[in-house]
């Protein structure tokens, strides 16, 4: 069974005529940076939700969903962190300062205050991010609060990374640097990524996986050269 498994899901929201989701089916391997391309409204922030368990009792379900071989019904020990970065950095943020923002997830983690400290100091380094610690979050540029927000989510330790548009809000040179950061997570971490983008040309080279959404269902999906082949 793969890591992620979608079989034939179909999901409404209340009230709608047309479901959002439509008899979709998707498997994602560990590991795997899959990006999902389609317009808006094609779907894909409503997938991502599924994936989250957020919007399930909020419409109609039906077809099966599995992580790590968990369907998403049950809670086990097996069951799989998701870490989700949404378009607009502001809506995450909580704290003043950066340090502050960094240590707040964790203060419910019941580590110890040096393990808390290394944490962060090891995320900060990743970053490259040690001078921005005191700095006050409404001082950042954009590019800068979802760096932040991104690290507050990993610091989460998530086994899964599900990303809403994460760039839309960027500068094409502030949006490079958070899609490098994501593929270095990818290649030195193996971390899972799935990644919704309605600019193919921006994350087309850090695809393993490309699946093209239209109306609620893939239309193509398979590699970047496969899927360019294809369209
Ligand atoms: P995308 O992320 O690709 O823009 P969405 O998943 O947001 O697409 O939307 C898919 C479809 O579901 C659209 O027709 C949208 O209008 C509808 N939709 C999204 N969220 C809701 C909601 N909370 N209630 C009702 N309809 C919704
Ligand atoms: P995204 O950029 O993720 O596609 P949208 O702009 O489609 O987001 O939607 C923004 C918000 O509005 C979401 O919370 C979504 O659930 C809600 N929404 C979208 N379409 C509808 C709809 N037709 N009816 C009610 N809520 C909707």
């Known amino acids: 069974m793969a890591y992620i498994e979608l079989n034939h899901v179909t999901f409404s929201y209340p009230d ?3 479901p959002a989701i439509k008899n979709l089916s998707l498997t994602i391997e560990k590991g795997q940076f899959v990006v999902l391309f389609g317009s808006s409204g094609s779907g894909k922030s409503t997938l991502l939700r599924l994936l989250k368990k957020e919007i399930q009792p909020h419409g109609k379900l039906s077809g099966d969903i599995f992580i790590n071989g968990v369907h998403f019904g049950e809670t086990t020990d097996k069951s799989k962190k998701i870490g989700f970065v949404f ?15 960094l240590v707040f997830g964790l203060e419910n983690s019941g580590l110890s205050t040096n393990e808390m400290r290394s944490r962060v100091a090891e995320m900060v ?20 609060k979802q760096q932040i927000n991104l690290a507050s989510v990993l610091l989460m330790q998530p086994d899964i990374l599900i990303l809403d548009e ?21 290649e030195e971490f193996g ?5 919704a983008e309605h600019r193919l040309e921006e994350v087309f080279t850090l695809a393993d996986k490309i699946v093209m959404v239209e109306k609620g269902k893939i239309l193509v999906e398979g590699d970047p050269r496969g899927v360019l082949t294809q369209v």
Do not use: W, Y
Not at 166 to 186: C, F, G, I
Not at 191 to 195: K, P
């Open 16 to 18: 709608c005529t047309q």
């Open 87 to 101: 378009q607009d950095p502001e809506n995450q943020v909580v704290a003043d300062d950066v340090l502050h923002e």
């Open 125 to 144: 380094h990743f970053f490259g991010a040690e001078s921005l610690l005191p700095r006050k979050i409404h001082e950042l540029s954009g590019g800068k």
């Open 166 to 186: 994460p760039t839309a809000q960027l500068d094409p040179v502030s949006s490079r640097e958070l899609l490098d950061m994501l593929k270095r997570l990818n």
């Open 191 to 195: 971390m899972t990524i799935i990644l």
